[in-house]
């Protein structure tokens, strides 16, 4: 990918996102602004994406690389019984 701008790329703040099962796929819904003004006019953007599950999992993956985060760890029955 390319990290040169062009004509049809578009630029915007994620402002929420959404997901719906499609058999086998995810549809990704994100909700995108161009600006706080188009915030407050309520001009917000769907964008809807396609992918597998594997590219689901792929991409979030990498989110959490370049974020520098972990995934949430999941917590044990006993764990969630006693609030620990």
């Not at 099962?21 to 001009?43: F, H, Y």
């Not at 769907?46 to 590219?55: D, L, N, P």
């Amino acid at each position: 990918m390319s990290s040169v701008a062009t004509d049809r790329d578009s630029y915007g703040v994620l402002v929420g996102w959404t997901h719906h099962p499609m058999g086998s796929k995810l549809d990704l819904r994100l909700q995108c602004v161009q600006s706080t003004r188009g915030l407050e006019r309520d001009e917000v953007d769907s964008h809807h994406v396609v992918m597998t599950r594997e590219q689901a999992a792929v991409l979030a993956n990498y989110l959490f690389q370049i974020t520098q985060r972990q995934p949430p760890r999941r917590r044990g029955l006993l764990s969630r019984w006693f609030g620990n």
